[in-house]
């Protein structure tokens, strides 16, 4: 099961991957902000679920997939950047 502790550290993971992007990208900023905030949004849909169905587990494993599947292309993102 995935917990609202792990929601948040996916989130924070999100989010620096996101300030790093920017960092070595400033022109993507507008488009990184959009991101994360489609990414706040659904972590707060799924904190709420949580909140009403503890049983809900393929909601929470379909979740952990999609911030594995956010977090990969974060990365590879970061990867092709030219510093």
């Known amino acids: 099961a995935l917990s ?5 550290e996916m989130a924070n993971s999100v989010a620096a991957a996101g300030r ?7 022109e993507t900023e507008t488009t990184v902000a959009l991101r994360i905030n489609t ?14 169905s503890d049983s809900d587990t393929c909601s929470t494993y379909f979740s952990s997939g999609v911030m594995r599947n956010v977090r990969h292309k974060l990365k590879m993102t970061l990867e092709i950047a030219p510093t």
């Open 39 to 52: 990414i706040n949004s659904a972590m707060e849909q799924l904190r709420l679920r949580r909140c009403t």
């Open 20 to 26: 790093l992007l920017v960092a070595k990208r400033p």
């Open 4 to 8: 609202c502790q792990h929601l948040d």
